[in-house]
């Protein structure tokens, strides 16, 4: 079975790290692009940016561009998301979804169980 | 960025009755480039459309999609109680990659 299992949630502080996971299987990991997408009541769904596993290539939403960190280490078929700097606003449901085919313009076909962060004082 | 505006914000149907969801961008999007989602409670996004009107792998035909970015529609032609959710729609011809607000279809 094709899927992705993602880190837990998360309860953090402002301005603490994190960095959590996303771990395929079922498929050839190193092949297909894996994104990014946050969901907030308020904005509904934003896609963040996308990975390729296989060679690290990134390309990040300007509007999370140096906001967060996306890294792959395809030994063990996982892809990540980082902050060094945690802010309230960055309270929110994070998905990771694999594209469709192996192109790098897609949709997302396989999607992530979600990570809910919440960052509060 | 391309906005995707959704129609109606909610839909109130019963089981049975046929669903016409719509969705329209501020620009100019390749058809091949929009799909559609359905997210139900506690869920991730699922997958239907893409290419406007392609049906992902597992989804039953009386889902379909139609139509262009200047006027895109999702029917489910009978609804289905496990039809009751979210959709979405989503260009991803242009970076940066977005989706509309939402159309909420409920039971009525």
């Known amino acids: 079975e094709v899927q992705l299992v993602q880190s837990g949630a998360e309860v953090k502080k402002p301005g603490e790290s994190l960095k959590i996971s996303c771990k395929g299987s079922?498929?050839?990991?190193?092949?297909?692009?894996i994104g990014w997408v946050r969901q907030t009541p308020g904005k509904g769904l934003e896609w963040m940016g996308i990975?390729?596993?296989?060679?690290?290539?990134?390309r990040y939403s300007q509007s999370f561009q140096g906001q967060v960190t996306f890294s792959a280490d395809k030994s063990i078929s996982t892809v990540y998301l980082q902050w060094s700097a945690l802010k309230a606003s960055d309270t929110a449901m994070y998905y990771c979804?694999?594209?469709?085919?192996?192109?790098?313009?897609?949709?997302?076909?396989?999607w992530g169980q979600g990570t809910m962060v919440t960052v509060s004082s | 960025d391309i906005v995707l505006t959704q129609s109606p914000g909610t839909l109130s149907l019963s089981p049975g009755d046929r669903a016409t969801l719509s969705c329209r961008a501020s620009?100019?999007?390749?058809?091949?480039?929009l799909a559609w989602y359905q997210q139900k409670p506690g869920q991730a996004p699922r997958l239907l459309i893409y290419g406007a009107s392609t049906r992902a792998t597992g989804i039953p035909d009386r889902f379909s999609g139609s139509g262009s970015a200047a006027a895109l529609t999702l029917t489910i032609s009978s609804l289905e109680p496990e039809d009751f959710a979210v959709y979405y729609c989503q260009q991803y011809g242009t970076s940066p990659l977005t989706f509309g607000g939402g159309t909420k279809v409920e039971i009525k």
């Open positions: 620009q100019s999007v390749s058809s091949s480039y």
């Open positions: 979804a694999r594209h469709r085919d192996t192109s790098s313009v897609d949709a997302f076909e396989i």
């Open positions: 990975i390729h596993p296989g060679d690290s290539d990134i």
């Open positions: 079922g498929y050839n990991f190193s092949n297909y692009w």
